[in-house]
Nanobody, 131 residues
Framework: HVQLVESGGGSVQAGGSLRLSCAASGRTSSIDAMAWFRQVPGKEREGVAALSTLVGGRYYADSVKGRFTISRDLTKNTITVDLQMDSLNAQDTGMYYC???????????????????????WGQGTQVTVS
């Protein structure tokens, strides 16, 4: 089993920045990619960004390209994936969730909106509010 814990959410004015962090613990050897999703009330959860911790490949939703950067924090002993969010706007408001799944055939389609978002591991979520 894998546990995911997010941190770093908060409130910021439009144009500002926030940095989210997701720390994975437990059986982390079973996963080689992690992702960030976000959800607003009344809408489906959508994939924002993903990182292959094994080979370093990245995915970004069109709505965040050029503004968000996903990276792995190599200074820590645990698997920690950060999401740097710059030039935030009101449409970025939502609950942000960290996710992982050892089943690559489910993980990558889910983050791209091409498959069901029924990934195995989820964090508790962290709220981002842009005003």
């Amino acid at each position: 089993h894998v546990q995911l814990v997010e941190s770093g959410g908060g409130s910021v004015q439009a144009g500002g920045s926030l940095r989210l962090s997701c720390a994975a613990s437990g059986r982390t050897s079973s996963i080689d990619a992690m992702a960030w999703f976000r959800q607003v009330p009344g809408k489906e959860r959508e994939g924002v960004a993903a990182l292959s911790t094994l080979v370093g490949g990245r995915y970004y939703a069109d709505s965040v390209k050029g503004r968000f950067t996903i990276s792995r924090d190599l200074t820590k002993n645990t698997i920690t994936v950060d999401l740097q969010m710059d030039s935030l706007n009101a449409q970025d408001t939502g609950m942000y969730y960290c996710a992982a799944d050892p089943r690559c055939d489910r993980f990558w389609p889910a983050i791209q909106g091409l498959g069901a978002i029924d990934l195995r591991y989820w964090g508790q979520g962290t709220q981002v509010t842009v005003s």
